[in-house]
């Protein structure tokens, strides 16, 4: 089962900041949080990923609270391509087992 | 384009056939995953491998379905006696993993743009 939450859906404004939230309460300590996108008829695509320090890349900031609790994921500048479905993702990883565990993701709509 | 390869694009058969999906992922990846996604629903873990291991299924494979990874390079997954609940789309993604965790293991999966199975 998933172990993260997600609203359904988001709009945003074309140029404006896109903030979409993850819940994750029940994150482990070593458990990293990733986000992925996927657009229509595509496969997912990564977008970031981190364990508890905020990161940052071309595409995204991640912000991660200090409890590892919830997330956010930052599109600074939201332009329409950015519309997709938006999947908050906890890597499971053991000794016998390193997956992915999509939820139902976050679908974002962005408007010009 | 990720570089992952997924064959055919589209299937449509009808119920009680059997059905073959091949998947030819980055050249150096060592691990390759199967999902399946239905509509509305994020991607299910099916299964994974590392080289030509089968590490991991999921509790979702049944009997009828296989997957295999011969070569540890492409992998096919065979669904049998197929179902009208089996249509959904079949999602590739390889990876490089390292054997010691030298901080060059990202996570990051490489999907291809899936297989579309339709059973009538």
């Known amino acids: 089962d998933a172990k993260t939450t997600q609203p359904p859906s988001m709009d945003c404004a074309e140029g404006r900041a896109a903030n979409l939230p993850c819940n994750h309460s029940t994150i482990s300590g070593n458990e990293y949080v990733y986000w992925y996108r996927q657009i229509h008829s595509q496969g997912p695509q990564y977008i970031i990923h981190g364990l508890k320090n905020n990161e940052t890349n071309e595409m995204a900031s991640l912000i991660i609270t200090e409890d590892r609790k919830s997330s956010t994921l930052i599109l600074p500048h939201a332009t329409l391509r950015d519309t997709a479905v938006y999947y908050c993702?906890?890597?499971?990883?053991?000794?016998?087992?390193?997956?992915?565990?999509f939820g139902t993701g976050t679908r974002l709509q962005v408007f010009p | 384009d990720t570089g992952v390869s997924q064959n055919p694009r589209h299937k449509i058969t009808k119920r009680g056939q059997n059905v073959t999906f091949r998947c030819d992922p980055i050249?150096?990846?060592?691990?390759l995953y199967w999902y399946r996604q239905t509509l509305g629903q994020g991607p299910e873990f099916l299964t994974y491998f590392q080289n030509e291991a089968q590490l991991e299924k999921s509790r979702l494979l049944s009997d009828r379905f296989s997957a295999e990874r011969p070569k540890g390079s492409f992998s096919t997954l065979e669904i049998q006696r197929t179902e009208q609940g089996d249509s959904a789309m079949y999602l590739c993604?390889?990876?490089?993993?390292?054997?010691?965790?030298?901080?060059?293991?990202?996570?990051?999966?490489?999907f291809g743009e899936g297989s579309r199975l339709t059973v009538l």
């Open positions: 050249s150096e990846h060592n691990r």
């Open positions: 993702i906890v890597r499971v990883r053991s000794y016998n087992t390193d997956k992915l565990i």
């Open positions: 993604a390889s990876t490089l993993r390292w054997r010691s965790n030298r901080g060059q293991d990202t996570g990051e999966l490489f």
